[in-house]
């Protein structure tokens, strides 16, 4: 069961505020009410919602949309279905959102949004009403060159394809493909975005490798990988990795793990065709069942957390044996967790980083849109991995940059905390560049 601390380290809103402050510290150079600024959301709005439920009876939910920044483009961010969606978490994503696009340059802000509520406990009708109704609440809020809103957790292309047509609805004789992404392939969805996300971390991971940010592992050829999260993120990484020479060893889902027997790879073609039967991973045949905490323990080169945030923290840190932790979920390790693992040599790819092909993606399905054109999957991917690799580059070389002395300073120096710096510096810019108005 978890404790009270374990779940106190575990929220949203004060892993980033720590990260916040740890990338601050290295902008001594920057004026303090600007970079203070940077941390602010720009716009919060809540949004009550009356439903007719299936029954006859009307049930009320919240919902919210965070606009966090829009000094590099429009909003973008996701929109997640969950009962522990808050306006504290969304604020906290909707600026994650915005150091992405920034570190990743694509020209976007940062926005999230979201609705309280349990998907697994309403009707295909009850969400497509609750969606149609968030959307039409927001109303101006969103929009092509406004705010941008995109799939999270427990919403998918179907629920961006209500989004799209209720926005539709209400803006008639225009092109609205753009004021959505993450739609269905046939209504002005991208080739890609799908497994983009999955796809990514494996790209940032390769660039990482090759750049020789972990002596003694140069590439992916080879390589042992654990993914926890056997979901979008997680199988599109899985089979990506398998591509390109590593293996998977291990994979989990919220029913638990497998982990192929002495020391083979699992053959995912088979463990797809086992999920697909019976819903969960567990009881692969060729496979050992384990738990999720085991699969995070695992003797391996790389270890993917790719399901929720939080999952590895101060009180496992110390048994993650894996040699390179890539963030597919956001924020899985938390502040605490980051300072085990640097102090004992474990690198942590972060996910403004490793899981920044998702937006990316969407950034592409964006301009598609605005063209009126759809581009092959090969194009997609070749702009998707330019896009990781530069920022990859510069998240290293910035990494590289810390003095050594960082630890006696009260510096942080891994390469979450240089990841962070090189998205505010860049917006800390582009803020003095166009002028604080007035
Ligand atoms: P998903 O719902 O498709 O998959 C989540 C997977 O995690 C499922 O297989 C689920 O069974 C598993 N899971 C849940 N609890 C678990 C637990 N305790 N241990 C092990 N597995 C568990 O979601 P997704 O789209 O793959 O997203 C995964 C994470 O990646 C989320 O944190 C999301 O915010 C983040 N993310 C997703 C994208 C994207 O493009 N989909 C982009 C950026 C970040």
Redesign the pocket.
């Given at each position: 069961m978890e404790t009270t601390t374990a779940g106190a380290e575990r929220k949203a809103q004060r892993m980033l505020d720590t990260q916040f402050a740890r990338a601050r510290a290295h902008l001594a150079h920057i004026e303090p009410g600007l970079v203070d600024f940077l941390h602010l959301a720009r716009r919060s709005i809540i949004v009550n919602l009356p439903i007719q439920m299936d029954d006859g009876s009307v049930r009320n939910f919240v919902g919210y949309r965070v606009l966090h920044s829009r000094l590099l483009g429009p909003g973008k961010g996701?929109i997640?279905y969950h009962p522990d969606v808050s306006l504290a978490e969304t604020t906290a994503l909707a600026a994650l959102m915005t150091w992405k696009c920034s570190l990743v340059r694509i020209p976007f802000g940062g926005a999230k949004g979201g609705i309280a509520c349990d998907t697994k406990a309403l009707s295909v009708d009850e969400q497509r009403r609750l969606t149609r109704r968030y959307i039409s609440e927001l109303g101006d809020d969103i929009g092509p060159f406004v705010d941008v809103p995109a799939?999270?957790?427990?919403t998918d292309a179907q629920t961006m394809a209500w989004v799209f047509d209720t926005y539709d609805q209400f803006h008639p004789g225009q092109n609205n493909l753009p004021a959505v992404t993450?739609k269905p392939l046939d209504l002005g969805g991208s080739e890609g975005r799908e497994e983009?996300?999955?796809r990514g971390c494996v790209d940032v991971a390769e660039r990482f490798l090759e750049l020789g940010g972990l002596p003694g592992l140069g590439g992916i050829e080879g390589a042992r990988v654990a993914i926890?999260?056997?979901?979008?993120?997680?199988?599109a990484a899985a089979r990506t990795f398998r591509d390109r020479g590593a293996a998977i060893i291990a994979v989990?889902?919220?029913?638990g793990?497998v982990l192929a027997t002495d020391g083979a790879h699992l053959d995912l073609d088979l463990l797809d065709a086992h999920k697909a039967g019976g819903g969960a991973v567990v009881g692969f045949s060729g496979a050992r069942n384990v738990t999720?905490e085991d699969?995070l323990g695992l003797d391996c080169d790389i270890l993917v957390p790719?399901?929720?945030?939080g999952?590895i923290h101060s009180g496992n840190a110390a048994s993650v044996q894996a040699r390179l932790v890539l963030e597919?979920?956001?924020r899985?390790v938390t502040p605490e967790a980051d300072d085990i693992l640097h102090a004992r040599g474990v690198p942590v790819v972060p996910?403004i980083l490793a899981?920044?092909?998702?937006?990316t993606v969407s950034y592409l399905e964006w301009v598609q849109n605005i063209e009126n054109h759809s581009w092959s999957l090969d194009e997609v991917n070749v702009h998707l991995r330019e896009y990781l690799v530069g920022a990859a580059d510069r998240v290293v070389a910035r990494w590289r940059s810390f003095p050594a002395d960082c630890a006696e300073s009260g510096l942080t120096a891994d390469l979450r905390t240089a990841a962070t710096v090189e998205a505010l510096e860049r917006l800390a810019h582009v803020t003095l560049e166009r002028g604080i108005w007035p």
């Open positions: 996701g997640r799939p999270d957790l427990y993450g983009a996300t999955g926890q999260g056997y979901g979008a993120v997680g199988r989990s889902d919220s029913s793990g999720n699969v790719a399901a929720l945030g999952q597919g979920a956001n899985p996910d899981n920044a092909g998702g937006v």
